[in-house]
């Protein structure tokens, strides 16, 4: 096994364990949430040496982490993709806590995440949790939309489509965000090209590839500027 393919074994390796860490954190502090005893003083704080009163924190912790770890695979669909996936975790858990008796829909529970966020009852959590759930999937499929644009994750799949280093001329503004540019590029055969295009701006201060029709390299309707991603996390 290669440098890189090992690198990326470990890194794949890494986001499952990490996605079973976050699970089991938000699992655990809302299925055990109801047995949580909290020890406070004259002065208004509570403390807790049970492992169900640190879950929230920990799961917030592991979540960072994993979503710095998956972002090279899910691009900007990470955070969403790590909210939704917290949000499921916690109301599996009070969903077995109620099949299992420890909790009815109306018990009144308090819920710690940083901080007490009020005492609620299990079907008010249930359905808070399926809220950010949804804004979690939401996020996580405009973020997938946004990197797909960007680095032209469709054109990739097909064969007729092939990418090249490409420097960018010229900026004529078209809107608060695009401009007119010149794209040059060198194809397979060596041959330099230069092609118009429509950029976003951030194009201009990031290193760019040219994505184009191997057949009809010249054809502007089947080119385009692509952004690369940024390695958040490097591993290899």
């Known amino acids: 096994m290669g440098k890189t393919a090992y690198a990326q074994a ?35 704080g509570c403390a807790s040496d049970q492992l169900a009163s640190m879950s929230p924190m920990l799961g917030i912790a592991f979540a960072v982490v994993l979503g710095l770890l998956c972002a ?3 691009h900007r669909a990470a955070p969403g993709a790590v909210i939704a996936l917290s949000a499921v975790a916690a109301a ?18 308090s819920f710690h995440i940083l901080l007490p ?53 010229g900026w004529r503004a078209v809107g608060r965000k695009y401009g007119e540019v010149t794209v040059v590029f060198d194809d397979a055969a060596g041959v330099r090209h230069e092609v118009p295009a429509v950029v976003e701006r951030v194009a201009l201060r990031r290193d760019v590839l040219a994505l184009y029709d191997a057949d009809r390299p010249d054809d502007p309707a089947h080119t385009r500027v692509v952004v690369p991603r940024r390695k958040v996390l490097r591993l290899s």
């Open 117 to 169: 966020l009020g005492d609620f009852s299990v079907s008010q959590w249930l359905t808070f949790l399926w809220s950010v759930a949804g804004v979690g999937c939401l996020a996580a499929w405009w973020g997938a939309a946004v990197s797909l644009r960007r680095t032209g994750g469709l054109r990739r799949l097909t064969r007729r489509y092939t990418t090249a280093d490409a420097v960018i001329e």
């Open 10 to 44: 470990l890194r794949v390796v890494a986001c499952a364990l990490m996605v079973w860490q976050v699970w089991m954190m938000w699992y655990i502090s809302s299925h055990e949430a109801v047995g949580v005893k909290w020890s406070c003083d004259l002065a208004g």
């Open 92 to 109: 599996a858990g009070w969903y077995d806590a109620l099949a299992e008796g420890q909790v009815e829909r109306n018990t009144v529970t």
């Open 72 to 74: 090279r695979y899910l």
